[in-house]
Protein backbone atom coordinates (compact mmCIF):
# COMPACT_ATOMS: atom_id res chain seq x y z
CA UNK A 1 0.00 0.00 0.00
CA UNK A 2 1.21 3.60 -1.07
CA UNK A 3 1.53 6.09 1.48
CA UNK A 4 3.02 9.06 2.09
CA UNK A 5 2.87 11.04 5.07
CA UNK A 6 3.65 14.54 5.44
CA UNK A 7 4.65 16.65 8.77
CA UNK A 8 6.36 19.25 10.30
CA UNK A 9 3.38 21.94 9.56
CA UNK A 10 2.54 24.49 12.22
CA UNK A 11 1.67 28.42 13.16
CA UNK A 12 4.97 30.64 12.69
CA UNK A 13 5.19 34.07 12.88
CA UNK A 14 6.61 35.78 9.49
CA UNK A 15 10.29 35.46 9.20
CA UNK A 16 10.23 31.97 10.70
CA UNK A 17 11.43 28.71 9.59
CA UNK A 18 9.83 25.44 9.18
CA UNK A 19 11.13 21.96 8.14
CA UNK A 20 8.79 19.76 6.37
CA UNK A 21 9.29 16.17 6.09
CA UNK A 22 7.31 13.23 3.89
CA UNK A 23 7.96 9.88 4.91
CA UNK A 24 7.18 7.52 1.85
CA UNK A 25 6.35 3.63 1.45
CA UNK A 26 4.45 1.04 -0.49
CA UNK A 27 6.74 2.16 -3.62
CA UNK A 28 10.84 2.21 -4.99
CA UNK A 29 11.18 5.61 -3.45
CA UNK A 30 14.29 6.23 -4.59
CA UNK A 31 13.57 5.33 -8.22
CA UNK A 32 10.59 8.39 -8.32
CA UNK A 33 10.92 12.50 -8.60
CA UNK A 34 8.94 13.87 -5.79
CA UNK A 35 7.63 17.53 -5.42
CA UNK A 36 5.58 19.60 -3.48
CA UNK A 37 2.67 21.37 -3.81
CA UNK A 38 0.71 23.89 -1.69
CA UNK A 39 -2.94 24.69 -1.79
CA UNK A 40 -5.38 27.51 0.01
CA UNK A 41 -9.17 27.12 -0.21
CA UNK A 42 -10.72 27.99 -3.50
CA UNK A 43 -7.99 27.85 -5.22
CA UNK A 44 -5.91 25.25 -7.35
CA UNK A 45 -3.02 23.53 -6.06
CA UNK A 46 0.21 24.93 -6.62
CA UNK A 47 3.87 23.78 -7.61
CA UNK A 48 6.37 25.07 -5.04
CA UNK A 49 9.26 22.13 -5.49
CA UNK A 50 10.66 19.15 -7.40
CA UNK A 51 13.89 16.66 -7.06
CA UNK A 52 15.14 14.28 -9.19
CA UNK A 53 15.31 10.41 -7.42
CA UNK A 54 18.88 11.04 -6.71
CA UNK A 55 18.32 14.88 -5.60
CA UNK A 56 21.21 16.25 -7.57
CA UNK A 57 18.67 18.15 -9.76
CA UNK A 58 15.74 20.53 -8.24
CA UNK A 59 13.20 23.00 -9.73
CA UNK A 60 11.17 25.74 -7.84
CA UNK A 61 8.32 27.92 -8.12
CA UNK A 62 9.34 31.69 -8.52
CA UNK A 63 7.48 32.24 -5.53
CA UNK A 64 9.68 30.22 -3.75
CA UNK A 65 13.01 30.33 -5.16
CA UNK A 66 15.80 31.52 -2.69
CA UNK A 67 13.85 30.91 0.62
CA UNK A 68 12.84 26.85 0.43
CA UNK A 69 15.25 23.97 -0.18
CA UNK A 70 14.09 20.49 -1.30
CA UNK A 71 16.42 17.90 -0.20
CA UNK A 72 15.63 13.66 0.04
CA UNK A 73 17.27 10.87 2.07
CA UNK A 74 16.80 7.55 -0.23
CA UNK A 75 18.21 5.68 2.55
CA UNK A 76 14.99 7.14 4.71
CA UNK A 77 12.49 7.21 2.30
CA UNK A 78 11.91 10.65 3.05
CA UNK A 79 11.93 13.94 0.90
CA UNK A 80 12.37 17.24 2.51
CA UNK A 81 10.87 21.13 1.92
CA UNK A 82 13.18 23.19 4.74
CA UNK A 83 11.29 26.66 4.39
CA UNK A 84 12.70 29.95 5.46
CA UNK A 85 12.19 33.49 5.76
CA UNK A 86 8.60 32.72 5.66
CA UNK A 87 5.45 34.98 4.60
CA UNK A 88 2.48 35.00 5.04
CA UNK A 89 1.19 34.49 1.46
CA UNK A 90 3.23 30.74 1.93
CA UNK A 91 -0.06 29.77 4.30
CA UNK A 92 -1.48 26.88 2.73
CA UNK A 93 -2.13 23.18 3.13
CA UNK A 94 1.32 21.50 1.67
CA UNK A 95 1.49 17.98 0.24
CA UNK A 96 3.89 15.95 -1.44
CA UNK A 97 3.90 13.51 -4.40
CA UNK A 98 5.28 11.11 -5.86
CA UNK A 99 6.30 10.88 -9.82
CA UNK A 100 7.04 7.12 -11.38
CA UNK A 101 8.14 8.86 -14.83
CA UNK A 102 11.93 10.33 -15.12
CA UNK A 103 12.38 13.93 -14.24
CA UNK A 104 11.73 16.87 -16.74
CA UNK A 105 11.36 20.25 -16.00
CA UNK A 106 8.48 20.62 -18.32
CA UNK A 107 6.81 17.67 -15.96
CA UNK A 108 7.40 18.27 -12.17
CA UNK A 109 5.24 21.85 -12.10
CA UNK A 110 2.21 20.11 -13.42
CA UNK A 111 0.19 18.12 -10.74
CA UNK A 112 -1.54 16.06 -13.34
CA UNK A 113 2.23 14.24 -13.66
CA UNK A 114 2.46 12.82 -9.91
CA UNK A 115 1.20 9.58 -9.40
CA UNK A 116 1.02 9.55 -5.66
CA UNK A 117 -0.47 12.56 -3.02
CA UNK A 118 -0.10 12.83 0.83
CA UNK A 119 -2.38 13.89 2.77
CA UNK A 120 -1.06 17.18 3.25
CA UNK A 121 0.06 19.34 6.30
CA UNK A 122 -1.38 22.74 7.15
CA UNK A 123 1.24 25.53 7.54
CA UNK A 124 0.22 28.78 8.88
CA UNK A 125 2.31 31.75 8.72
CA UNK A 126 1.09 34.80 11.00
CA UNK A 127 1.38 37.53 13.77
Known sequence: QVQLVESGGG??????????????????????????????????????????????????????KGRFTISRDNAKNTVYLQMNSLKPEDTAVYYCAADARVYSTVRVGLSSAYDYWGQGTQVTVSS
Open 11 to 64: LVQPGSSLRLSCAASGFTFSTYTMGWFRQVPGKEREFAAAINWIGSRTYYAESV
